[in-house]
């Protein structure tokens, strides 16, 4: 296949537009109205497993909801879960009030209860909701919110996929406690297994008991067709509460153009996708022949091939599809140090610059740190308006983290000691096992308020590795 050709002008031509200011939009702006209703959802993905599931809408994941950007989005959440929740919506530049949080901008919405989200969804781009209480988003309280750009190339297919897993119940509370048996199933010569001595004890992994793409595992999963000559885009997210995702399309290479929702400096063509939690990619592909190829997360679980969907062209959606091995051997995949590519400057710090430490995660302890304290006596962030704030993560674990900033934008400007060229906007990053370092910029120009700044995976979130950022003036 021809490199990229297809993509205009590189990533230049998708950037160049400035957007009109908020208030501009806002006041032409229509109005998208969604009712959101949680609920217990059986789910079944696989035969005879019958999980206890909760979903939006009577679906795991919820609806894929769409605005265009400009648009203003009410979106009214009535909760039957039977037990507390709040929508959380991720990436999202809002009000604060908005943001979801339980416990740091609004109570948790009671049994019975509804409460009605508004909002101006900011920045363009795949963006996601979620639970943010308790075990909410593990029973599957999560979908996918795309707010269309009306700057971006425009694609001849689109698919929003949402790779989520099923929990076995009670190992996320053994995980939390640090003595979960659940293995890893990264996929063979990953850098999360290489990470690993070869006599760790885990303790702190969930284990998974089925793999899925959209609610459905292969082959249940929908087919995606695609014709000859097409330039296809796939929007991805890692719905998984603990695990990053490789992500191959056989046969093809992708082109990755936005990372979380955000458009890359510069396009990235790679052979698969790493998607760690929470993260989302968007890459495209040319179908040049006809044929039926296996879009796949990576595993050296047996279930892996369960989280897989037919790619395929009229006329062969029954011919028996082409796949990837499970390994990352030879495998170049997505890194931020490619993305951004390698600069000279080690970045300045900013006015406001934090050193962060994560640590925890000893066998048996259910304590996961920052500078060596949990949430919420971890060093809080405060800012005023318009602070240029810089934090550098060092990880002192034996596990990646992907730390999750609420409210905001940031650019990752350093990975392991090695400024990039080209900082990647992002608003959740995986910080390296094994004291890895990660380096955030931004500014602090979002609403004011109290934003939370976590780990995305869940058991580290609630075993304490979260802090927050805090508008003083
Ligand atoms: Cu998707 Cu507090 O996060
Ligand atoms: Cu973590």
């Known amino acids: 296949m021809q490199r990229s050709t297809f993509l205009r002008a590189g990533g230049g031509a998708m950037i160049v537009a400035a957007l009109p ?44 909801l769409r605005v265009v950007y400009g648009q203003r989005l009410r979106a009214k959440f009535v909760n039957n879960t039977g037990q507390g929740s709040t929508i959380h919506w991720h990436g ?160 093809h290479r992708l082109i990755v153009t936005h990372s979380d929702g955000n458009p890359l400096p510069k396009p990235l063509e790679v052979d698969a996708l790493r998607v760690g939690v929470a993260e989302r990619y968007d890459a495209w592909f040319e179908v040049s022949e006809p044929g ?39 495998v170049d995949y997505f890194t931020y140090a490619k993305a951004g590519g390698a600069g000279s400057a080690v970045p300045a710090k900013g006015a406001k610059h934090y050193d962060f430490t994560l640590g925890g995660g000893q066998y048996g302890s259910s304590r996961w740190t920052i500078n060596g304290k949990t949430y919420p006596n971890t060093p809080r962030i405060d800012v005023r308006r318009n602070d240029l704030v810089t934090v550098r993560f060092t990880n002192k674990t034996d596990m990646d983290h992907p730390m999750h900033l609420h409210g905001h934008v940031f650019e990752v400007t350093e990975v392991d000691g090695v400024a990039l060229a080209r900082p990647l906007p992002k608003d959740t990053s995986l910080v390296r096992a094994n004291e890895g370092t990660l380096s955030w910029r931004f500014r602090a120009d979002s609403p004011p308020g109290r934003w939370l700044l976590h780990c995305h995976n869940a058991i580290h979130m609630m075993d304490g590795m979260m802090t927050d950022v805090v508008y003083t003036t």
């Open 21 to 64: 200011p908020l208030t501009e939009r806002a006041l032409g702006a229509e109005l998208v109205q969604y009712t959101l209703t949680a609920a217990p959802v059986p789910f079944s993905p696989v035969p005879g497993l019958n999980f206890a599931g909760l979903g939006y809408n009577g679906s795991i994941p919820g609806p894929l």
């Open 92 to 251: 999202m530049i809002l009000p604060n009030k908005m943001d979801g949080a339980e416990g740091v901008t609004q109570p948790a919405v009671p049994p019975g209860g509804s409460f009605v989200y508004e909002f101006s969804p900011e920045p363009p781009g795949t963006r996601w909701y979620h639970d943010h209480v308790s075990d909410g988003m593990l029973r599957g309280l999560f979908g996918m919110i795309v707010v269309e750009d009306p700057r971006d190339q425009k694609a001849d297919a689109e698919f929003a996929l949402v790779f989520h897993d099923v929990p076995k119940p009670g190992s996320a509370r053994a995980a939390m406690m640090g003595v979960s048996t659940a293995p890893m199933v990264d996929p063979p010569a990953s850098p999360e297994l290489r990470e690993m001595a070869p006599d760790d004890k885990m303790g702190d992994e969930i284990a998974f008991i089925a793999h899925c793409i959209n609610g459905a595992s292969y082959p249940n999963t929908k087919r995606l067709p695609v014709k000859v000559g097409q330039h296809v885009r796939l929007r991805i997210l890692n719905a998984n509460p603990t695990q990053t995702r490789y992500v191959r399309l056989a046969g």
């Open 292 to 330: 039926s190829w296996l879009l796949q997360g990576l595993s050296s679980d047996p279930l892996g091939y369960e989280q897989a969907a037919v790619v395929h062209t009229p006329g062969m959606e029954n011919a028996s599809p082409l796949s990837s091995p499970q390994s990352l051997e030879g």
